[in-house]
Each structure stands twice: as structure tokens, then as C-alpha cells.
């Protein structure tokens, strides 16, 4: 028998709620299977399940919100194969409190008990006309409360897909809280001509429809990644007091969302992907960042993550690391700036790169390295 | 124009004291050792010297004979100011306030009016055992007749004084011993406050904390801790705790839609239950959450340091039960 476990997608989260399972009982799972749709303060996720067996019991209801590490069900036959994302999510769920998710014997089920549901939150209901049935509360003692229900202007809500503003909002602060209060940051930054790089991609657009156009995030990002894996001591983890390299190169790239909040799922092996892969990733993880189908292992795996304004944003940013990565990078707004150029002050775009390093785990020269990298590979003619 | 002006609490109640009596013939002060001593918590020390024994008057021991001479006085047209040593020797006149000074009015079909205000010092956290350290005030908020108020700044020991002389009926003011040390602003321009009112001493989105007297500050101190963990909390001060502004309370209930109640006094018919009550009968389909209390142990409030602080409301335990409310584990 093996356990199937709420995973933490992130340092941030603590509980999840189980929306929807994917398997039934005698089933056969394989290592990848989306298995269950977690809703998280980050929206849905789809869980991976990374055991190979055969469902012997689901222990847990869809509804139902459990902590990060609770078993969500068992598996027989599973030939346990653990990878460095669940290792990191074991290390994070460390600190929560087991809470036992005792299994409820079908026959003995008790009646179920009469719904709490706060004065406030059956006045609403009774307004819009909502069934109490499909909801789940979390108010106090279980109730249902005013946070649970669609608010009187918005349309029936979506549950999947949608997010929690108020809860990721609760989440960032945690994370970003725990960052500053641990993580020792240094800064660098530079600032980069991007004149020869735009120029070879509007070249490349010329023919391009709009929804085919190479964006400059692509070619950073490309630029990035591959210096990133040149400087593997900014790739990876700070976990129990020492550094651990990442097993590739997984960049998570920051999404603002609509309605506020931000989440950065991984683009793996980005090192060894094309421009053009990359802006395909972008794409993809763009949409489903705000549509919601993440990927649990898109929230795990990234090694290191990049957040770029993009063209209405700030000339700079200082970036807050993600724990347990050790290193963001920023890109600034690309701006057209006097610029000396062989002696002649010329009108040249540039962009400021910078650099959030954390200092338990390497020091200003490497992450001076990576810049100087990030800089020399942007301007390499033949890319893309 | 000078700005706001830095005092102690106690230091505002005596410029209440001194400007009542040298503003009106008719006002003066009586009490155990307000006199000669200065009072016991020094808040009329040199007022005797300066405005004549005739009109800072030290009386017996006796709290139902000097409570009942002022009653007597407010009677026959004085402005009596009367200071109780402590609310815990009030109940040695208790027959006076109820009987007398919030039923005459009533049973001479309005032909005398008893002007009075009581002052009398209310609370612990000065290891003075449980003799002296109770909160009382919840008690005399029961009785009909009287205003009750509790000031908590400042600004309102400073200037709750004047409209308490004002009114033609009984008031009572309740001063917490915890604050008169506590120094505080008056605002630039000030010159006066309402008796009528709470006031929203912290505005706040996610719970409503209601409070008075001596426990605001840890109240505050409370929303603070909560401000840092993403919770917004509106604090209350009802500064009058009869009549009750309960229009106050129901609107930031009606914004907030979660109460947690603060109050020194013993839980079991107090007045933190009552104020409850009123927000079930008139906020009932607001509250997203049910009401919570932060009360004193219900125990004689303990002389040792350790034990009398455990005996009564903490920031940590008003945090905690918004925090319960707020984000439910």
C-alpha cells in the first residue's frame, strides 16, 4: 500500500481542497496520471500522481479541504518513485500539523449533521436563490459564510479555474513574508542594449500574424535560461541550511493575474528549448496561469524564476526570492534611451536586468557572472 | 496657534476638575482624601490649596453618607462633583445612586433633577487584590437614570467632566487605574466632547473589536499584532456605556460582520453580554460569524502580578479570538 498525499505546490500553501477526482477505485495509475483537480489559493491544479499501481481507496470527498501531506488515497502495488518535486514538497509539509484523515467506513456513516450556515451567508442565499447543497463552508465550526458564496454582483462563480483573490493574496504574503524575514538578498543590476536582439526579432515578425510574433520575453527568456545552466550555483534550492542544485534548468516565469495576485509555474528544461519553444511555453502557461490547469509539478519545479513588467511596467525591479529558489531575476521595461555607443552618444533600447540573489547560497561575484552572461548571449547574432 | 497638547490622563482629569469649579459657583468636589492628600491616585493634589477647602472637601469614611450628601446637594441646586476612592466602595452607597440619585427624578414626577457626577476609579493591574481591582461598571450600566461613561483618552478625561455637569441627571464616570499614568494628545483646537457617543478609535474591514475604558489600548494593541498578520480590525470605544450607541456598533458590524467584544468585567451578566444581545436583535442576519467575548477570568481579581494578569484580557487573547473568527483553522 502506498499513499497518495496532498503535495505542496509551493512553500506558500498549507491546505488544499480536493474539487474532483480523476480515478476511481481498481483503477490503474501511471506515473504522470492527472489523478485529482486540487483548488489551491494559486486556482485549480491538476495533481500528478507519481506512483505506478492501482487504486485501492479514495479516503477523502471532493469538497473536502486537508492539509498539505494528508493522504488523499492508497494505492496498491505502487512502485514508490520519488521525485526531487514531492522530496521538496515532503521538506515543506514538514512544519504543518499531521492532521489524520481517518477513513469513514461507508456503512457507518452518520446522519449528516443540520448545515451551519452564518445569519449572514442563508440571508444571501435566500436573495440569490443559491441551493446550499454544492457548497462547503469555511466559516467558523465548518459554517458556511459570506466568503463561500458568489458575491451578489458577479455571475454564478467558477469554481474551477477561478482563485481565491483574498487567499492568494494570503499566500503571496506568506511567502514573500518568509522570504524577507529569512533570505538574506543581494542585488545586482545591469542594464542591457537591446537594440541588436529587437531588431532581429521584428525582422523575424515582419511576415508573422500577430498571434505568431516572437515576443522579447521569448528571447530573454532564451538568453536567460541557458546562462542560468552556465551558473548552476543560482540554479536551485536552499533546504535545511545548504544548497541544492537543481536537476535542470525549470524557469518559473511570473503571471500576473487578472483580478490581482501572480503565479510562476515552471517552463522545464528551458535551457535546451528554441526561442520559438519557448514563446509557445509562455504562451500555454500564460493562459492556463489565468484560466486555470496548472500542473502540479509547473508548481514545484521551478529552480529559479524570472519576472519581467513587460512593456507597461517600471524601468527596473528589485525582485522578492521565491523560497526555497535562491535567485530571481527582473526585467525591466524596455525603454529608448541615449546611449554611447563607440564614443557617439546614439538612441539605443535598452532594458535593466537585475538581480535578486540570496547570499546563504552564492555571492555578488557569480551572480555578477550570470548578468555579464545573460548579456553576452542576448547579443549573439545568430539567435534567434 | 500652539498644536496638540501632551498630558497624563490624570493630569486631564484634574484641569477637568479645576476648570468645572472655577467656571461655576455651584460645582465642587468631595471624597475620601481629595483634600489634604491630594486624592489617591493624586488626581486633585494642590487643588485644595488653590481653590479653598470649601470647595475640595474631605469627608468621613463613610461612602453612603457623603454619596447621600451629595445627592442632597444636587437637589437643592449645587453641581456636586463626588469622587469614590474606588468602584469597589461604591457599593457601600449603592443604595444612595439606585434608590436615591436615579429614582427621584423619576418618583417626584420630574419636580427635582439630581444633578450628580460620581467619579470613581474602576479596574485592576496594580496589585491591588480584590478589594480594589474589579470592574464594576457593567453593574451601574444596568440601572436606569444614570449615564454611565468610561473615557479612555485623554481628550475625554479632559473634557467629559463639563457636559456630565451639564446633564440634569446622574452620571457616572468610570476611570480605569491603568491609565492614569498614560499620556496622551489633545488634539489641536479641542475644546470639548460629546457624552453621547462611541467612537471608531481604528477604522477596520475584516472584525469589529468592542471595547471602553482600560482595555482600548490592549485592544488596539491587539489590532495591531492583527494589522501585521493581513487582518484589519475596527476598533470601538464606546466611551458611554449607558446609554449604549448601539447605532454605532450595528454599523460597523453591518461592515465588518464579525464582533468580538472586550471587557474587563466578569463574563456572566455583564455588560459584554448584553452588548451582544443587543447586536443578535438588531444585526442578527449581518454577522457572518458568531460573537465572541474577551472577559476577566471569572475569579476575585488576584493580588500576585502573575496571576492578575492572567486573570484579565491580553492583546494575545483578543488577537487570537478575532483571528478565530477571521480565518477559522
Known sequence: MTAFRMPSLGADME???????????????????IVAVV????????????????VAELLVAPGTKVPVGAVLARLDGAATTTPAAMREAVVVAAPVRPTPVLPQPPAAREAPARRRVTPAARQRTAALGIDLGGLRGTGVDGAICLADLPSPAAAPATRRGGFDPAAMRRAIAAAMG???????????????DMTGPLARIEALNRDRAPPDRLLPAALILHAVARAVAETPELNGFWEDGAFRQGDGVHVGWAVALRGGGLVAPAIRDADRLSPEALMAALRDIVARARGGGLRSSELTDATITVTSVGDRGAESVLPIIYPPQVAILGIGRIVERPWVVEGNVVPRRVAALTLAGDHRASDGHRGGLLLARIESKLQEAEVP | MSGAIRMTYREACRQAIREAVLADPRVFLMGEDVGRYGGCYAVTKGLSAELGEDRILDTPLSESAFVGAGIGAAMAGMRPIVEVMTCNFSLLALDQILNNAATIPHMSGGQFAVPIVLRMATGAGRQLAAQHSHSLEGWFAHIPGLRILAPATVADARFMLAPALADPNPVLIFEHVMLYNMEGEIPAGLAGVDIAHAAVRRPGRDVTLVTYGGSLFKTLAAAEALAAEGIEAEVIDLRVLRPLDTAAIMASVARTRRVVIVDEGWRSGSLSAEIAMRIVEEAFFELDAPIRRVCSREVPIPYAAHLEQAALPQPEAIAAAARGLVRPA
Not at chain 1, 491546505?15 to 496520471?33: A, C, F, S
Open chain 1, 39 to 54: 483548488e489551491t489559493a494559486k486556482g485549480a491544479i491538476e495533481i500528478e500522481i507519481f506512483h505506478d499501481g492501482v
Open chain 1, 15 to 33: 491546505d488544499g481542497t480536493l474539487v474532483e477526482w480523476k480515478i476511481r477505485p481498481g483503477e490503474k495509475v501511471h506515473r504522470g496520471d
Open chain 1, 178 to 192: 518568509r522570504s524577507k524575514r529569512e533570505i538574506p538578498h543581494y542585488y545586482l543590476s545591469q542594464t542591457v
